[in-house]
């Protein structure tokens, strides 16, 4: 048997902020057989994951690109890989059969064929399908160890979350609140905000774009200081965070949005600052921790069941809308996980 398999490739470097004319949605026929001894599976994927870290793949250059096998360059023409969600429809690989559902490391396409050692792990259907490319996904498990493994939170402790409406801010700021901090976010409209503090149970939340001034916007939301800063967007805002910091403060760097498509200037933190507040800061990857993926998936899957998180999603629809969704990232589209759903399960 054979398909039509629709997949998104790479048409044009990325310089500076990405648009739809980056890539190109291509078709090319895929045989739904495997050659026996491959250890291929082939899945049809439900749920592809929209990540603002893929930007560095697709630019002619980054210095990211061999920092990380996660972190590679995407050539021109070639298939974007990303985390998915999908069902096996072809499978010569023991530890999979036709049917399962799976969620792992995939591509922006409506089938990928999945090589040995790639990482994929069986789901059920428990709950949503999109929850594996979110909540209990990269993203979550981004949150969770960031702010467990890295900021070491303690009961009464002060945190400050950027880009706190986003698909692991939203979930770091959660997570804080069960383990009974003070919790502020900033995100980039009053909808957002309102958001943070109405459905998600922030203490404080303010328009970062308001305010004019950000080290007098953290120190008036913090008056006593700040032990815990999850950064999201790098720039200014480090910056202002660490102005603001308590001594032996924790901050976890987990992404820098704001300078991902710019080439000015970047803010500094002071290194002064940094050293006699002996303030810890510690870059990672979500990928750092697959050591604590089951208890991750545990804990989170138990804080689900009794409601104790709020999930939020933000779905296109159909392989054609990736380039779009992808874009929007980069102009504060989303609310939550960004994902496109392509088949259905």
Same mark, same amino acid.
């Given at each position: 048997?054979?398909?039509?398999?629709?997949?998104?490739?790479?048409?044009?470097?990325?310089?500076?902020?990405?648009?739809?004319?980056?890539?190109?949605?291509?078709?090319?026929?895929?045989?739904?057989?495997?050659?026996?001894?491959?250890?291929?599976?082939?899945?049809? !994927?439900?749920?592809?994951?929209?990540?603002?870290?893929?930007?560095?793949?697709?630019?002619?250059?980054?210095?990211?690109?061999?920092?990380?096998?996660?972190?590679?360059?995407?050539?021109? /023409?070639?298939?974007?890989?990303?985390?998915?969600?999908?069902?096996?429809?072809?499978?010569?690989?023991?530890?999979?059969?036709?049917?399962?559902?799976?969620? =792992?490391?995939? !591509?922006?396409?409506?089938?990928?064929?999945?090589?040995?050692?790639?990482?994929?792990?069986?789901?059920?259907?428990?709950?949503?399908?999109?929850?594996?490319?979110?909540?209990?996904?990269?993203? =979550?498990?981004?949150?969770?160890? /960031?702010?467990?493994?890295?900021?070491?939170?303690?009961?009464?402790?002060?945190?400050?979350?950027?880009?706190?409406? =986003?698909?692991?801010?939203?979930?770091?700021?959660?997570?804080?609140?069960?383990?009974?901090?003070?919790?502020?976010?900033?995100?980039?409209?009053?909808?957002?905000?309102?958001?943070?503090?109405?459905?998600?149970?922030?203490?404080?939340?303010?328009?970062?774009?308001?305010?004019?001034?950000?080290?007098?916007?953290?120190?008036?939301?913090?008056?006593?200081?700040?032990?815990?800063?999850?950064?999201?967007?790098? =720039?200014?805002?480090?910056?202002?965070?660490?102005?603001?910091?308590?001594?032996?403060?924790?901050?976890?760097?987990?992404?820098?949005?704001?300078?991902?498509?710019?080439?000015?200037?970047?803010?500094?933190?002071?290194?002064?600052?940094?050293?006699?507040?002996?303030?810890?800061?510690?870059?990672?990857?979500?990928?750092?921790?697959?050591?604590?993926? !089951?208890?991750?998936?545990?804990?989170?899957?138990?804080?689900?069941?009794?409601?104790?998180?709020?999930?939020?999603?933000?779905?296109?629809?159909?392989?054609?809308?990736?380039?779009?969704?992808?874009?929007?990232?980069?102009?504060?589209?989303?609310?939550?996980?960004?994902?496109?759903?392509?088949?259905?399960?």
């Amino acid at each position: 048997m054979e398909v039509d398999n629709k997949f998104v490739a790479l048409k044009e470097y990325v310089h500076g902020q990405p648009s739809e004319s980056n890539f190109e949605v291509k078709t090319a026929p895929l045989a739904l057989t495997l050659k026996k001894g491959s250890n291929q599976i082939i899945v049809k !994927n439900f749920y592809v994951s929209i990540d603002p870290y893929q930007i560095n793949r697709i630019k002619a250059y980054s210095s990211s690109h061999k920092a990380s096998g996660f972190s590679t360059q995407i050539g021109l /023409g070639e298939r974007v890989d990303a985390f998915g969600v999908g069902s096996v429809v072809a499978s010569v690989n023991e530890e999979f059969k036709e049917g399962d559902l799976v969620a =792992g490391l995939l !591509n922006w396409e409506e089938y990928t064929v999945v090589q040995p050692r790639t990482i994929l792990n069986k789901i059920t259907d428990e709950f949503a399908l999109s929850y594996h490319v979110g909540v209990l996904g990269p993203s =979550g498990l981004a949150a969770y160890a /960031g702010f467990y493994e890295v900021c070491k939170p303690k009961n009464g402790n002060t945190v400050f979350v950027s880009a706190a409406s =986003g698909s692991v801010g939203n979930l770091v700021g959660q997570f804080a609140k069960l383990s009974g901090c003070y919790v502020v976010g900033c995100a980039g409209n009053k909808n957002k905000v309102d958001l943070l503090k109405e459905k998600l149970g922030f203490d404080e939340a303010f328009n970062y774009k308001e305010e004019p001034d950000f080290k007098l916007a953290l120190k008036r939301y913090f008056p006593d200081g700040i032990d815990i800063y999850f950064d999201n967007v790098g =720039g200014e805002m480090l910056e202002a965070a660490i102005v603001n910091m308590k001594p032996f403060g924790r901050v976890a760097l987990c992404g820098v949005i704001s300078e991902y498509t710019s080439a000015g200037p970047r803010a500094a933190p002071n290194m002064l600052d940094v050293i006699y507040k002996r303030i810890n800061i510690k870059g990672f990857l979500a990928y750092d921790y697959l050591h604590i993926y !089951n208890e991750f998936i545990s804990t989170t899957q138990d804080h689900l069941r009794h409601d104790r998180l709020q999930v939020l999603e933000d779905i296109s629809q159909g392989i054609e809308s990736v380039p779009t969704a992808f874009s929007g990232l980069f102009r504060g589209d989303n609310v939550g996980k960004k994902s496109v759903k392509i088949g259905n399960g």
